[in-house]
Every structure is written in C-alpha cells, then in structure tokens.
C-alpha cells in the first residue's frame, strides 16, 4: 500500500507555502483545517492523491498507507516546518489530528534512546504487535509516523498485521477468551481526548469487523494475566506475525494506520546503536486522527 506523489502535484507543493497551524485545544484548529483544505485543493492532483489515501485505508483488506513525501521533505528540508504542514495538510484529509499529550507538540518525536526498556517505543530492541492508546476507551482512529531518518546501520523494520484476519483464523475457544475483560496494560496518565482508562478490557470489543482489537502482544510479558488469558493472547500474537507484512520507512515515509484494522509494531534496530550520535540516529514523528471531531475532553 505505497502511495507515489505524481511529480506535477510534488513541484506544486514544493511552491504552496501553508500558514502555521493553529491548536484549539489538543486538536488542529478548524480554521486551519479549512485554509489547508482550501489551499491543497487547489493543487492539481491533490484531491485524486487524496482520494487515493482514502481508498486504500477502505477498500476490502486495507487499513494503512504508506505515502512517498520523500522528494518533498528533501526539497522543504532546509525550510523550518513547511514539510510537517504539507504533511499535516494530508493527515487532515484522512481524519482530524490531534495530540493526546498534553505537554507534548502535535506531532511527537520517537526517537532512540539506548539505555529505555528495549520493547517499547523509542527503546532498541523489538517493539511488538500492538495498537497505541490499547487501554484508553477511546483510541485514536488512526495512528501515524512519519519517517524523519531511518536507522543509519539500517535495522528497524516497520510491521504491519491485519488484525481482524488473524482473530478470523483462532479457535473459537480463543476467540471466547479474548473477548472476555480479562486483560489491562499500562498506566494511564494526564491524557487528553481519548475517553477514559480501560481497565481491564477485553480485546475483541463486541462489534466484530469494524471494532478495535484492542490488543498489544507487550502485556503478555509485561501485565499479570491469567494463564488462559496469556495463552489465548499468544495464539493471536501468533496469528499477528504469520500475516504480517514488513518494510522500512525511508525519509519521508508517511505510514498512516486504521487503529481499527491494522495492528503495528518494529522490528530490532540493528545493534550498535550505542556508537551513533543520538542526532543520527532514527527519528520518527507521531500523530494521532480521530474520525469523530468532537470526542470531547476528559482525563
Ligand atoms: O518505531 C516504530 O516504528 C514504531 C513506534 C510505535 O509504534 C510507537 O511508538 O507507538
Ligand atoms: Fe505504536
């Protein structure tokens, strides 16, 4: 699911200056969502380059997108934050971004930090099979990163699975098990616009097929669960890796994820991270969509 940016729609962008955004709470202004609208559609290509986003997040089998913005942000690289509105202008046409961090920026940086617990995000090691948010009650619809620098001694993969597909493919028992609200993750701490802590949660929550798997493979190492519980979570972290699909994100790779489709994680940088200047290394940035405006703010 590469989308390609055509080169007409590259060089018109590469001369559309966008205003700075503007946050109205931890969202992106209307008003900013408007005037990106308004310039972008002027850009030939941009709404059939849109449309194009739209369908592959949809159609049958779909639910992330990878977008080629390589050749903008080398040619906007020297230009403070041009490159990160165009990509905030394409976010906005998927769903509304916003920042569930109160003290952070919209985008966030993911970095890679040696001496961090090595599963997680920014850590070095195997960042596994999950959805972000997994113990809020109301995710972002959509999760994203957009690729910055790749891992200079080249590790790091990034891995995709479809998530309703490999809960289609456990045994019933399995299935009975994950739906029960036997599972919790993590702590919950001054999180703005994602409903509520979840806790416990089930992972297949009720409506099949468009609902959440509300799952990370990181709870069976890291949360007491049961053992029927843990076992049942294992078989579908199982299922997660035989459909998975993996690549790595090239500089201006902007991977864009339906939470409710398609489970994400990273495979192990390459060792040796501790010899790179902290400035090389890796550099993602992360933004969050949500389909509905106003999910309202709570904490
Ligand atoms: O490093 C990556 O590619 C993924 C990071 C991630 O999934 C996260 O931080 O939530
Ligand atoms: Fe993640």
């Known amino acids: 699911m590469f989308i390609d940016i055509p080169r007409e729609l590259e060089a018109a962008l590469i001369d559309r200056h966008l205003p700075a955004w503007k946050l109205d709470g931890s969202a992106l202004a209307k008003s900013t969502i408007e005037d990106y609208r308004a310039e972008l559609a002027a850009v030939p290509q941009f709404t059939e380059t849109a449309a194009a986003v739209h369908r592959a997040l949809a159609e049958q089998g779909g639910g992330y997108v990878v977008l080629r913005l390589g050749n ?12 990160l509105r165009l990509a905030t202008g394409f976010a906005a046409e998927v769903a509304l971004p916003f920042s569930p961090f109160p003290r952070w920026p919209l985008w966030k940086d ?3 930090k040696v001496d961090k617990d090595r599963g997680k995000s920014s850590g070095i090691g195997y960042n596994a099979f999950h959805m972000d948010l997994v113990n809020a009650t109301l995710p972002p619809d959509y999760t994203t990163l957009l690729c910055v620098r790749p891992d200079p001694l080249g590790g790091g993969p990034s891995i995709l699975s479809d998530a309703h597909a490999a809960v289609a493919r456990l045994s019933d028992d399995h299935r009975a098990l994950l739906a029960e609200s036997a599972y919790h993750y993590g702590s919950f701490f001054d999180l703005h616009g ?3 802590e979840y806790k416990p949660f089930p992972v297949l929550d009720g409506d099949q097929g468009e609902g959440f798997v509300r799952f990370t493979a990181k709870m069976l190492e890291r949360s007491e669960l049961g053992q029927e519980h843990a076992d ?5 972290t199982e299922e997660l890796v035989r459909g998975q699909v993996s690549f790595m994100l090239e500089a201006g790779d902007y991977l864009i994820v339906n939470q409710r489709r398609f489970l994400h994680g990273r495979e192990a940088l390459q060792s040796g991270q501790e010899n790179i200047p902290v ?12 389909t509905v405006p106003d999910a309202g703010p709570t904490a």
């Not at 550099?283 to 949500?290: D, G």
């Open 72 to 83: 903008l942000a080398r040619a906007l690289e020297s230009e403070d934050d041009r490159f």
């Open 232 to 236: 049942a979570g294992r078989a579908l």
């Open 194 to 196: 994602v409903g509520r």
């Open 279 to 290: 400035t090389d290394r890796r550099l993602l940035l992360q933004l969050f969509l949500r």
């Open 110 to 112: 993911i970095g890679v």
